[in-house]
């Protein structure tokens, strides 16, 4: 920019909302920009909940081995098949809310083959085996047999 006040040639200097000569230090533009405030009741997005993503973040936490880290991006990806065909089975189902992430780890793990023996577990022994058998029966329907094929070998293991 060419200065007005000392006609010298200046990339400027910016400081708040106007940029200064950094020959003579006259104003060279003023660049008010007005932004809206992130706290305004009429502006707030409404919050998307991702059960995916939070289960990325559970993995993270919870496996600390390379092992398991290293097989990441399967697990999820095995986790939202789990999630889409018991959405289409929910007629079938009778659960209300879906399954437990500690459940979840150690079926995905199982269908993997990666150990999984220092995982959380449920207190609640009698509640893991009925979830673990109730994903052992999504594993068998016809939804995820035609979405994805009836052996596990064909879950994309070529990434690897």
Known sequence: MICASCSAESTGIRDGN????????????????YV????????????VYCRVKRFGKYI???????????????IVDLYSRFEFSWLRNRDLSKRIYFFAKPVMLQMCCHQLKLECE????????????????ELTEIRASKIW???YGSKMGECRRSRE
């Open 60 to 74: 993270r936490k919870v496996c600390k081995g390379d092992s398991v880290l290293q097989h990441y991006h399967q």
């Open 118 to 133: 220092n995982f959380p577990r449920l207190k609640d022994k009698n509640r893991e085996v009925d979830q673990l058998r």
């Open 145 to 147: 047999e035609l979405m």
């Open 18 to 33: 106007a940029i200064w000569c950094d020959n003579c230090g006259h104003v060279l533009k003023e660049d008010i920009q």
């Open 36 to 47: 809206t405030g992130y706290c305004q009741s009429h502006s707030c997005r409404t919050q």
